[in-house]
């Protein structure tokens, strides 16, 4: 399923829009994010968002996703690198919680 996904997702990925899919280290044994959001200008009110985080660890496969629009320029974080780390902080915090 991880490879069906991965490679779904990659499809969707085309020139000139704001979809990207890398590759992420740490989680589980194979992972990667699906990121919806044009990282090249800053947040503006009423953008949508998308990270989707797929984990493959043994027979597991785990995906978290966040995604919403802020109504004032304030309510978004000042990088996107931010809102990414806090769901990849969820993902990992999963991980950990179902490892256990």
Request: aromatic share 8%; hydrophobic share 30%; proline share 5%.
């Amino acid at each position: 399923m991880y490879d069906d996904f991965r490679q779904k997702d990659g499809e969707r990925v085309t020139p000139g829009n704001d979809l990207k899919v890398v590759d992420v280290e740490g989680l589980g044994t194979a992972a990667y994010l699906y990121r919806q959001h044009d990282d090249s200008k800053p947040w503006t009110p009423g953008e949508l968002w998308l990270y989707k985080y797929i984990v493959r660890h043994g027979p597991l496969l785990l995906t978290v996703n966040a995604t919403g629009t802020a109504r004032e320029r304030g309510d978004w974080p000042t990088v996107e690198q931010e809102m990414r780390d806090k769901v990849k902080k969820n993902a990992e915090e999963t991980m950990k919680a179902l490892r256990a």
